[in-house]
C-alpha cells in the first residue's frame, strides 16, 4: 500500500480507501471479513455518512468494531453529512447533530474526519465555522473537509472556516473525468471543454486539498460498473490489454489510471466483495507510464485537441 501524507494534519492515509455505501445489507460477519481484508491489503482509510443504509451501514460498522475493538487504532474514520430527505443542510443543528449520531452508530469516541457531503446552497459560511468549532473544541471531529464543491465555494467557506479543509471527495474515473478533461481542451469549443468544478484538479494542488475519488468503477446506477459494459467496449478492451501487461484484473488498471495522476488523489472503492478489493488493490503499484495513461484516456472516446 501507499501512503499520503496530509498537509496541515497528523494524517497519512491509503491511496484506497473503503467506502462503506453498499453493505447495509450485508451480515455482521461479511462486513467483518472485507474489513479485515481491507486491513490486510494496508488499507486505513473508511469512509461513511450518515445517510448510507439509512444509518445501517454505519451501525454494521460499529458492530464489527464492537467485536474487534483493537480494529480502531488501525483506521482513519471519515463521515460525512449534510444531505437530508428532499434538500441540503449545512445548519448549526444538523452538522453537530449529524456527525454525534454517526459516531453513536459507529460506536466511537471521535470521527477522524468529517466532510460536508452535497453544497447547501443556502449555507451560512460562519454558521458552518461554528459547528466545526463546536465539534472540534468537543472532542468529536479531529479534522474537516467537502464533497462534491467547487472551488469558488470553498474560497467561500474558507473566508470562515478557521479549520484547514483537507479534502474534496468528488466521482472520479477513466469515464468520468472532467477535472482531466477540461484541463486538456482549454480553450476549445467542444462539450469536454466545459467546466464542472472550477478547475478542480488544479484548485486542489495549489491549495494542498487531497481529492478523494468516489465511484471508480461504477458508470451509473442503471449501467453499474464500466467494466465488461458493452457501451464501454473500447475502454475495455484498453485494460485487458494492460491487465494482461501487468499481470492484474482490468479493475486494478483503472484504480492505477487514477492513481498515477500526479495530483496524487486517493480512490474510494465500493466493493463488498473482498475477491475484487484484493484484485483491485493490485492496481495501487503499478505506476503507469506517460503514454500508458493517455492511451486508456483516450480509449474512453476522447479526441487530442
Ligand atoms: N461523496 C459522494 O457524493 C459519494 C457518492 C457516491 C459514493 N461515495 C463513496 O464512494 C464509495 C465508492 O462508490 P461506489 O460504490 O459507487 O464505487 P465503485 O467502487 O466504483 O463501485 C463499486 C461497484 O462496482 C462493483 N464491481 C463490479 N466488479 C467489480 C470489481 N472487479 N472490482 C470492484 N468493484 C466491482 C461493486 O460490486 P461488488 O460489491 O460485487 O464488488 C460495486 O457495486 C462509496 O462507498 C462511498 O463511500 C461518495
Redesign the pocket.
Known amino acids: 500500500m501507499e501512503y499520503l501524507t496530509i498537509p496541515s494534519s497528523d494524517l497519512v492515509v491509503s491511496r484506497l ?6 453493505i447495509a445489507n450485508k451480515s455482521v460477519e461479511e462486513v467483518e471479513k472485507l474489513i479485515n481484508v481491507s486491513i490486510e491489503q494496508g488499507i486505513n482509510l473508511f ?3 450518515d445517510i ?1 443504509g439509512g444509518g445501517k451501514s454505519e451501525t454494521l460498522f460499529g458492530e464489527v468494531l464492537k467485536r474487534n475493538p483493537s480494529l480502531r487504532n488501525k483506521m482513519i474514520i471519515q463521515s ?1 453529512c449534510g444531505i437530508r430527505k428532499g434538500f441540503y443542510d449545512f445548519s448549526f443543528d444538523h452538522i453537530v447533530n449529524s456527525a454525534i449520531e454517526s459516531i453513536k452508530r459507529l460506536g466511537i469516541d471521535s470521527l477522524d474526519i468529517l ?1 460536508l ?2 453544497p447547501d446552497t443556502l449555507m451560512e459560511p460562519d454558521e458552518v465555522n461554528k459547528a466545526f468549532s463546536y465539534l472540534y473544541n468537543q472532542g468529536l471531529v479531529r479534522t474537516f473537509g467537502i ?2 464543491m467547487n472551488s469558488m465555494q470553498i474560497e467561500l467557506l474558507k473566508k470562515y472556516v478557521e479549520y484547514p479543509l483537507l479534502f474534496n ?3 472520479f ?1 477513466l469515464i468520468h473525468a472532467g477535472m482531466v478533461d477540461v484541463g486538456i481542451n482549454v480553450n476549445m469549443t467542444n462539450n469536454r471543454a466545459i467546466d464542472f468544478d472550477g478547475n478542480m484538479l488544479e484548485y486542489a494542488r495549489i491549495n494542498d486539498i487531497t481529492i ?1 475519488a ?5 458508470a451509473s446506477w442503471e449501467e ?2 464500466f ?2 459494459h458493452p457501451k464501454y467496449q473500447k475502454l475495455n478492451e484498453k485494460l485487458a490489454q494492460y491487465a494482461n501487461q501487468y499481470q492484474v ?3 486494478a488498471i483503472a484504480l492505477a489510471w487514477i492513481l498515477s495522476h500526479p495530483a496524487k488523489l486517493i480512490a ?6 473482498p475477491k ?2 484484493v ?2 488493490a493490485k492496481g495501487v503499484s503499478i505506476k503507469l507510464a506517460r503514454p500508458e495513461w493517455y492511451d486508456l484516456y483516450l480509449s474512453g472516446n476522447r479526441l487530442l485537441p
Not at 474510494?268 to 466483495?273: D, F, H, L, P
Open positions: 480507501a473503503l467506502g462503506l455505501m453498499r469512509d461513511h455518512a448510507y460525512k466532510l457531503h452535497r464533497s462534491n471527495q468528488l466521482q474515473s478523494q468516489w465511484s471508480i468503477l461504477q453499474g460498473t467494466l465488461n484484473e482490468k479493475s474510494i472503492s465500493g466493493t463488498t466483495s475484487h478489493l484484485d483491485l
